[in-house]
Protein backbone atom coordinates (compact mmCIF):
# COMPACT_ATOMS: atom_id res chain seq x y z
CA UNK A 1 0.00 0.00 0.00
CA UNK A 2 1.13 3.42 -1.23
CA UNK A 3 1.07 6.23 1.55
CA UNK A 4 -1.51 7.91 -0.81
CA UNK A 5 -3.69 4.74 -0.30
CA UNK A 6 -3.11 4.56 2.88
CA UNK A 7 -4.84 7.95 3.52
CA UNK A 8 -7.99 7.01 1.00
CA UNK A 9 -10.71 6.72 3.99
CA UNK A 10 -11.98 2.99 4.01
CA UNK A 11 -15.54 4.73 4.05
CA UNK A 12 -14.87 5.29 0.41
CA UNK A 13 -14.50 1.51 0.11
CA UNK A 14 -18.47 0.73 0.85
CA UNK A 15 -21.17 1.15 -1.25
CA UNK A 16 -22.73 4.58 -0.51
CA UNK A 17 -26.14 3.25 0.48
CA UNK A 18 -27.67 6.85 0.50
CA UNK A 19 -28.16 8.14 -2.80
CA UNK A 20 -26.00 11.61 -3.05
CA UNK A 21 -29.40 14.24 -3.37
CA UNK A 22 -29.68 18.27 -3.51
CA UNK A 23 -30.86 18.97 0.34
CA UNK A 24 -32.22 22.40 -1.42
CA UNK A 25 -35.11 20.07 -2.39
CA UNK A 26 -36.27 20.67 0.96
CA UNK A 27 -37.19 23.84 2.58
CA UNK A 28 -34.69 24.96 5.70
CA UNK A 29 -37.74 24.47 8.12
CA UNK A 30 -38.85 20.93 6.63
CA UNK A 31 -35.03 20.18 6.54
CA UNK A 32 -34.55 21.05 10.08
CA UNK A 33 -37.73 18.89 11.35
CA UNK A 34 -35.85 15.93 9.00
CA UNK A 35 -32.71 16.34 10.46
CA UNK A 36 -34.42 16.15 13.70
CA UNK A 37 -36.42 13.16 13.08
CA UNK A 38 -33.54 11.00 11.71
CA UNK A 39 -31.20 12.12 14.84
CA UNK A 40 -33.60 9.98 16.90
CA UNK A 41 -33.97 7.30 14.37
CA UNK A 42 -30.29 7.09 14.45
CA UNK A 43 -29.69 7.14 17.65
CA UNK A 44 -32.43 4.80 18.98
CA UNK A 45 -31.10 2.00 16.46
CA UNK A 46 -27.36 3.17 17.57
CA UNK A 47 -27.49 2.87 21.37
CA UNK A 48 -29.91 -0.43 21.15
CA UNK A 49 -27.15 -1.85 18.56
CA UNK A 50 -24.64 -1.39 21.80
CA UNK A 51 -26.62 -2.69 24.17
CA UNK A 52 -27.55 -5.50 22.25
CA UNK A 53 -24.10 -6.40 21.02
CA UNK A 54 -23.12 -6.87 24.65
CA UNK A 55 -24.95 -10.34 23.87
CA UNK A 56 -21.81 -11.48 22.01
CA UNK A 57 -20.20 -14.11 23.44
CA UNK A 58 -23.07 -14.82 26.21
CA UNK A 59 -26.05 -15.71 24.69
CA UNK A 60 -27.96 -18.37 26.21
CA UNK A 61 -27.45 -20.71 22.76
CA UNK A 62 -24.53 -20.49 20.86
CA UNK A 63 -26.72 -20.11 17.72
CA UNK A 64 -28.34 -17.21 18.98
CA UNK A 65 -24.88 -15.73 20.22
CA UNK A 66 -24.41 -15.26 16.70
CA UNK A 67 -28.15 -14.45 15.44
CA UNK A 68 -28.56 -11.68 18.08
CA UNK A 69 -25.39 -10.61 17.61
CA UNK A 70 -25.61 -10.17 13.41
CA UNK A 71 -29.32 -8.47 14.73
CA UNK A 72 -27.43 -5.62 16.69
CA UNK A 73 -24.66 -4.98 14.10
CA UNK A 74 -28.08 -4.63 11.62
CA UNK A 75 -28.92 -1.88 13.77
CA UNK A 76 -26.03 -0.04 14.01
CA UNK A 77 -26.12 -0.37 10.25
CA UNK A 78 -29.31 1.44 9.94
CA UNK A 79 -27.97 4.06 12.44
CA UNK A 80 -25.14 4.42 10.03
CA UNK A 81 -27.26 4.79 7.02
CA UNK A 82 -29.25 7.16 9.10
CA UNK A 83 -26.33 9.66 10.20
CA UNK A 84 -25.16 9.71 7.04
CA UNK A 85 -28.44 10.91 5.59
CA UNK A 86 -28.28 13.77 7.94
CA UNK A 87 -24.63 14.48 7.13
CA UNK A 88 -25.86 14.94 3.96
CA UNK A 89 -28.55 17.55 4.82
CA UNK A 90 -26.47 19.20 7.09
CA UNK A 91 -22.90 19.36 6.43
CA UNK A 92 -22.10 17.58 9.60
CA UNK A 93 -20.03 14.07 9.28
CA UNK A 94 -21.41 10.53 10.32
CA UNK A 95 -18.67 9.25 12.79
CA UNK A 96 -19.02 12.80 14.48
CA UNK A 97 -22.33 12.51 15.16
CA UNK A 98 -21.91 8.63 16.27
CA UNK A 99 -18.56 8.91 18.19
CA UNK A 100 -18.09 12.44 19.08
CA UNK A 101 -21.11 14.05 20.72
CA UNK A 102 -21.62 14.78 24.70
CA UNK A 103 -24.32 12.07 26.36
CA UNK A 104 -26.90 14.46 26.79
CA UNK A 105 -27.06 15.32 22.52
CA UNK A 106 -28.18 11.94 22.48
CA UNK A 107 -31.90 11.65 21.45
CA UNK A 108 -32.37 7.94 21.89
CA UNK A 109 -35.56 6.87 23.34
CA UNK A 110 -36.04 6.67 27.32
CA UNK A 111 -36.90 2.75 26.24
CA UNK A 112 -33.26 2.50 25.22
CA UNK A 113 -32.04 4.29 28.31
CA UNK A 114 -31.86 0.81 30.45
CA UNK A 115 -29.12 -1.68 30.78
CA UNK A 116 -28.81 -4.90 28.87
CA UNK A 117 -30.52 -6.54 31.96
CA UNK A 118 -31.12 -10.28 31.93
CA UNK A 119 -31.88 -12.38 28.59
CA UNK A 120 -35.95 -11.84 29.09
CA UNK A 121 -35.12 -8.13 29.40
CA UNK A 122 -33.10 -7.62 26.36
CA UNK A 123 -35.69 -9.71 24.41
CA UNK A 124 -38.90 -7.78 25.65
CA UNK A 125 -37.22 -4.37 25.02
CA UNK A 126 -36.22 -5.66 21.41
CA UNK A 127 -39.64 -6.68 20.83
CA UNK A 128 -41.58 -3.51 21.85
CA UNK A 129 -39.12 -1.56 20.18
CA UNK A 130 -38.48 -3.30 16.95
CA UNK A 131 -42.62 -3.00 16.67
CA UNK A 132 -42.58 0.55 17.27
CA UNK A 133 -39.90 1.36 14.86
CA UNK A 134 -41.76 -1.07 11.91
CA UNK A 135 -45.46 1.80 12.64
CA UNK A 136 -42.60 4.56 12.44
CA UNK A 137 -41.15 3.13 9.25
CA UNK A 138 -44.81 2.32 8.16
CA UNK A 139 -45.30 5.96 8.70
CA UNK A 140 -42.79 7.06 6.02
CA UNK A 141 -43.08 4.39 3.27
CA UNK A 142 -44.67 7.23 1.54
CA UNK A 143 -42.85 9.92 2.56
CA UNK A 144 -42.49 12.69 0.22
CA UNK A 145 -38.69 13.00 0.34
CA UNK A 146 -37.61 10.06 -1.90
CA UNK A 147 -34.18 9.56 -0.59
CA UNK A 148 -35.40 8.69 3.13
CA UNK A 149 -38.53 6.71 1.17
CA UNK A 150 -35.93 4.73 -0.46
CA UNK A 151 -33.96 3.76 2.48
CA UNK A 152 -37.21 3.15 4.98
CA UNK A 153 -37.95 0.42 1.68
CA UNK A 154 -34.56 -1.38 2.67
CA UNK A 155 -34.77 -1.24 6.17
CA UNK A 156 -38.17 -2.33 6.63
CA UNK A 157 -37.35 -5.66 4.93
CA UNK A 158 -34.98 -6.41 7.17
CA UNK A 159 -36.83 -5.62 10.51
CA UNK A 160 -39.30 -7.68 8.94
CA UNK A 161 -36.64 -10.45 10.10
CA UNK A 162 -36.18 -8.71 13.33
CA UNK A 163 -39.54 -8.89 14.48
CA UNK A 164 -40.16 -12.32 13.80
CA UNK A 165 -37.25 -13.31 15.21
CA UNK A 166 -38.44 -11.38 18.48
CA UNK A 167 -42.26 -12.90 18.05
CA UNK A 168 -40.48 -16.06 18.10
CA UNK A 169 -38.60 -15.07 21.73
CA UNK A 170 -41.51 -14.01 23.21
CA UNK A 171 -43.36 -17.07 22.41
CA UNK A 172 -41.04 -19.12 23.48
CA UNK A 173 -40.39 -17.39 26.82
CA UNK A 174 -43.66 -16.36 27.64
CA UNK A 175 -44.90 -20.13 27.05
CA UNK A 176 -42.70 -21.41 29.57
CA UNK A 177 -44.11 -21.48 33.20
CA UNK A 178 -41.55 -20.96 36.11
CA UNK A 179 -38.50 -18.55 35.33
CA UNK A 180 -38.77 -17.76 31.41
CA UNK A 181 -42.39 -16.20 32.05
CA UNK A 182 -41.65 -14.95 35.36
CA UNK A 183 -38.85 -13.30 34.22
CA UNK A 184 -40.32 -11.66 30.80
CA UNK A 185 -43.40 -10.63 33.06
CA UNK A 186 -41.13 -8.59 35.03
CA UNK A 187 -39.25 -7.02 32.13
CA UNK A 188 -42.12 -5.69 29.96
CA UNK A 189 -43.58 -4.29 33.76
CA UNK A 190 -39.93 -3.05 34.54
CA UNK A 191 -40.29 -0.80 30.52
CA UNK A 192 -43.61 -0.73 30.45
CA UNK A 193 -43.36 2.94 31.92
CA UNK A 194 -40.44 3.99 28.91
CA UNK A 195 -42.20 1.87 26.17
CA UNK A 196 -44.00 5.46 24.94
CA UNK A 197 -40.48 7.11 24.44
CA UNK A 198 -39.82 6.13 21.08
CA UNK A 199 -42.79 8.41 20.26
CA UNK A 200 -42.19 11.18 22.10
CA UNK A 201 -43.32 13.99 19.74
CA UNK A 202 -41.03 15.84 18.12
CA UNK A 203 -39.99 19.12 17.20
CA UNK A 204 -41.74 20.54 13.77
CA UNK A 205 -43.57 17.69 13.86
CA UNK A 206 -46.38 19.44 12.06
CA UNK A 207 -44.33 20.84 9.57
CA UNK A 208 -43.33 16.89 8.83
CA UNK A 209 -47.05 16.38 8.14
CA UNK A 210 -48.14 19.32 6.48
CA UNK A 211 -45.21 18.92 3.57
CA UNK A 212 -45.89 15.32 3.40
CA UNK A 213 -42.94 13.41 4.70
CA UNK A 214 -44.42 11.85 7.77
CA UNK A 215 -48.11 10.13 7.74
CA UNK A 216 -48.98 10.70 10.94
CA UNK A 217 -48.15 12.43 14.42
CA UNK A 218 -46.19 10.71 16.98
CA UNK A 219 -49.17 10.31 19.42
CA UNK A 220 -51.21 8.65 17.06
CA UNK A 221 -48.62 6.27 15.96
CA UNK A 222 -48.69 5.35 19.36
CA UNK A 223 -52.18 4.59 19.55
CA UNK A 224 -51.28 2.48 16.48
CA UNK A 225 -48.33 0.40 18.21
CA UNK A 226 -50.45 -0.42 21.23
CA UNK A 227 -52.85 -1.68 18.69
CA UNK A 228 -49.91 -4.02 17.40
CA UNK A 229 -48.46 -5.13 20.94
CA UNK A 230 -51.50 -5.84 22.23
CA UNK A 231 -52.59 -8.56 19.58
CA UNK A 232 -49.18 -10.73 20.89
CA UNK A 233 -49.24 -9.86 24.48
CA UNK A 234 -53.47 -10.84 24.74
CA UNK A 235 -52.42 -13.81 22.56
CA UNK A 236 -49.70 -14.80 25.31
CA UNK A 237 -52.30 -13.54 28.24
CA UNK A 238 -49.51 -11.10 29.29
CA UNK A 239 -50.86 -7.30 30.71
CA UNK A 240 -51.11 -5.01 27.48
CA UNK A 241 -49.31 -1.87 27.79
CA UNK A 242 -50.30 0.95 29.60
CA UNK A 243 -52.62 3.84 27.85
CA UNK A 244 -52.03 7.17 27.94
CA UNK A 245 -50.16 9.07 25.34
CA UNK A 246 -46.12 9.82 25.14
CA UNK A 247 -44.80 12.79 27.66
CA UNK A 248 -42.51 15.65 26.07
CA UNK A 249 -39.42 14.63 27.81
CA UNK A 250 -38.97 10.89 26.53
CA UNK A 251 -35.64 11.56 24.64
CA UNK A 252 -34.63 14.10 27.06
CA UNK A 253 -30.76 13.47 28.16
CA UNK A 254 -30.03 16.83 29.81
CA UNK A 255 -29.40 14.97 32.41
CA UNK A 256 -27.57 11.51 31.21
CA UNK A 257 -28.92 8.39 33.06
CA UNK A 258 -25.57 6.09 34.32
CA UNK A 259 -26.35 2.89 32.61
CA UNK A 260 -26.50 5.56 29.07
CA UNK A 261 -23.11 7.17 30.65
CA UNK A 262 -21.51 4.39 31.12
CA UNK A 263 -22.70 2.76 27.51
CA UNK A 264 -21.54 5.89 26.32
CA UNK A 265 -18.17 6.01 27.40
CA UNK A 266 -17.43 2.53 26.20
CA UNK A 267 -19.09 2.88 22.26
CA UNK A 268 -16.50 6.10 22.56
CA UNK A 269 -13.42 4.70 24.53
CA UNK A 270 -11.53 4.15 20.98
CA UNK A 271 -12.89 7.35 18.68
CA UNK A 272 -11.59 9.39 22.05
CA UNK A 273 -8.25 7.92 22.43
CA UNK A 274 -6.87 10.97 20.17
CA UNK A 275 -9.36 13.41 18.83
CA UNK A 276 -8.88 14.33 15.07
CA UNK A 277 -6.90 11.13 14.36
CA UNK A 278 -7.02 9.75 10.64
CA UNK A 279 -8.11 6.02 11.18
CA UNK B 1 -32.94 -35.30 24.26
CA UNK B 2 -29.40 -36.61 24.74
CA UNK B 3 -26.08 -36.12 23.27
CA UNK B 4 -26.46 -39.56 21.19
CA UNK B 5 -30.11 -38.86 19.63
CA UNK B 6 -29.12 -35.36 18.39
CA UNK B 7 -26.70 -37.56 16.58
CA UNK B 8 -29.45 -38.78 14.72
CA UNK B 9 -29.57 -41.65 11.75
CA UNK B 10 -26.18 -40.01 9.78
CA UNK B 11 -23.88 -41.80 12.23
CA UNK B 12 -22.51 -37.87 12.50
CA UNK B 13 -21.26 -36.30 15.93
CA UNK B 14 -23.48 -34.27 16.55
CA UNK B 15 -22.23 -30.33 17.14
CA UNK B 16 -21.49 -29.93 20.38
CA UNK B 17 -24.58 -28.63 22.57
CA UNK B 18 -23.64 -25.73 24.56
CA UNK B 19 -24.79 -27.63 27.50
CA UNK B 20 -22.71 -25.04 29.97
CA UNK B 21 -24.57 -21.99 28.60
CA UNK B 22 -28.34 -23.38 28.55
CA UNK B 23 -27.37 -24.77 32.31
CA UNK B 24 -26.26 -21.18 33.38
CA UNK B 25 -28.22 -19.22 31.80
CA UNK B 26 -31.39 -21.75 32.53
CA UNK B 27 -33.50 -19.45 30.64
CA UNK B 28 -35.26 -22.11 27.95
CA UNK B 29 -37.21 -24.12 30.98
CA UNK B 30 -37.90 -27.49 32.38
CA UNK B 31 -37.27 -29.83 29.33
CA UNK B 32 -35.63 -27.38 26.56
CA UNK B 33 -34.61 -29.51 23.42
CA UNK B 34 -31.64 -28.37 20.97
CA UNK B 35 -32.20 -30.50 17.96
CA UNK B 36 -30.20 -30.24 14.87
CA UNK B 37 -30.90 -29.05 11.75
CA UNK B 38 -29.26 -29.38 8.04
CA UNK B 39 -29.31 -26.56 5.87
CA UNK B 40 -29.16 -26.45 2.15
CA UNK B 41 -28.73 -23.57 0.60
CA UNK B 42 -29.01 -22.38 -3.26
CA UNK B 43 -26.79 -19.49 -4.18
CA UNK B 44 -28.48 -18.22 -7.52
CA UNK B 45 -31.78 -19.23 -9.32
CA UNK B 46 -31.16 -22.29 -11.15
CA UNK B 47 -28.03 -23.67 -9.23
CA UNK B 48 -28.89 -27.09 -7.12
CA UNK B 49 -28.88 -26.83 -3.54
CA UNK B 50 -25.94 -27.62 -2.11
CA UNK B 51 -25.30 -28.75 1.95
CA UNK B 52 -24.41 -25.70 3.48
CA UNK B 53 -23.87 -27.08 7.05
CA UNK B 54 -26.23 -26.94 10.37
CA UNK B 55 -27.64 -25.38 12.98
CA UNK B 56 -28.78 -26.74 16.67
CA UNK B 57 -31.97 -24.93 17.81
CA UNK B 58 -34.69 -25.62 20.09
CA UNK B 59 -37.35 -25.57 16.90
CA UNK B 60 -38.39 -24.78 13.40
CA UNK B 61 -38.64 -21.49 14.18
CA UNK B 62 -35.39 -20.53 15.36
CA UNK B 63 -33.81 -23.36 13.39
CA UNK B 64 -34.58 -20.85 10.14
CA UNK B 65 -33.62 -17.51 11.94
CA UNK B 66 -30.54 -19.13 13.14
CA UNK B 67 -30.26 -20.28 8.79
CA UNK B 68 -30.26 -17.43 7.71
CA UNK B 69 -27.65 -15.49 9.79
CA UNK B 70 -25.72 -18.38 9.36
CA UNK B 71 -25.75 -18.51 5.86
CA UNK B 72 -27.25 -15.78 4.23
CA UNK B 73 -25.92 -13.00 6.14
CA UNK B 74 -23.88 -11.61 3.84
CA UNK B 75 -26.41 -12.32 1.06
CA UNK B 76 -24.83 -15.54 -0.15
CA UNK B 77 -28.26 -17.58 -0.68
CA UNK B 78 -31.15 -17.32 -2.97
CA UNK B 79 -33.23 -20.27 -1.17
CA UNK B 80 -32.31 -22.22 2.33
CA UNK B 81 -34.03 -25.72 2.61
CA UNK B 82 -34.04 -26.41 6.50
CA UNK B 83 -34.45 -29.98 7.56
CA UNK B 84 -34.70 -31.51 11.06
CA UNK B 85 -31.58 -34.08 11.13
CA UNK B 86 -34.14 -36.79 12.61
CA UNK B 87 -36.57 -36.52 9.53
CA UNK B 88 -33.49 -37.60 6.61
CA UNK B 89 -33.22 -41.00 5.75
CA UNK B 90 -29.68 -42.38 6.58
CA UNK B 91 -29.08 -45.24 3.89
CA UNK B 92 -25.22 -46.48 3.97
CA UNK B 93 -25.48 -49.53 4.13
CA UNK B 94 -22.77 -51.51 2.02
CA UNK B 95 -24.53 -54.34 0.89
CA UNK B 96 -26.80 -51.88 -0.65
CA UNK B 97 -24.43 -49.12 -2.04
CA UNK B 98 -21.13 -50.67 -2.96
CA UNK B 99 -22.35 -54.49 -3.75
CA UNK B 100 -19.61 -57.12 -3.99
CA UNK B 101 -20.16 -58.62 -7.28
CA UNK B 102 -18.46 -56.92 -10.13
CA UNK B 103 -20.65 -54.36 -11.67
CA UNK B 104 -18.66 -53.08 -14.66
CA UNK B 105 -21.30 -53.69 -16.90
CA UNK B 106 -23.42 -51.12 -15.46
CA UNK B 107 -20.69 -48.73 -16.22
CA UNK B 108 -20.23 -47.20 -20.19
CA UNK B 109 -16.32 -47.86 -19.59
CA UNK B 110 -17.31 -51.63 -19.05
CA UNK B 111 -17.56 -52.23 -22.55
CA UNK B 112 -14.61 -52.25 -24.58
CA UNK B 113 -15.67 -50.46 -27.83
CA UNK B 114 -12.00 -50.04 -29.56
CA UNK B 115 -11.94 -52.85 -31.57
CA UNK B 116 -15.94 -53.04 -32.52
CA UNK B 117 -15.53 -49.67 -33.64
CA UNK B 118 -11.93 -49.90 -36.08
CA UNK B 119 -14.26 -52.94 -37.70
CA UNK B 120 -16.93 -50.71 -37.88
CA UNK B 121 -14.92 -47.80 -39.82
CA UNK B 122 -12.90 -50.80 -41.84
CA UNK B 123 -16.32 -51.80 -43.12
CA UNK B 124 -18.08 -48.51 -43.78
CA UNK B 125 -14.88 -47.59 -45.74
CA UNK B 126 -14.73 -50.51 -47.84
CA UNK B 127 -18.78 -49.81 -48.83
CA UNK B 128 -17.63 -46.10 -49.41
CA UNK B 129 -15.62 -47.84 -52.92
New interface residues.
Given amino acids: MTTEEARLPTRQLIQPDVPTFDRRTLKPEARDAVTGLLLTMADDEFVLGFWDSEWTGIAPLLEEDVAFSSLAQDEIGHARVWYEMIAQLTGDGADRLAFHREPKEFRHARLLDHPRTDWAFSIARRWLYDTADSVRLAALAASSFEPLRQIVGKVVREERYHLMHMDAWMRRLAGHDGEPRQRLEAALAALAPDALSVFTPLPGEERLIDAGLLSAPMAELSDRWRSEVGGLLKELGLPAMPDGRPSADGRDHSNPSDSFRWLWGEFTSVARLEEGVQW | MSREETTGPLNQPAPPV?EG??DE??????GAR?DVFEVFRQEKDGDPMRHAGN?????I??AT??A???YS?RQESVRLWVVPRTEITDLSDPDLLQPPLDRMFKKPGGYVMRDKLDVAKKRAAAEKK
Fill in positions: ARLAGRLGESVTAPDELHYREFR
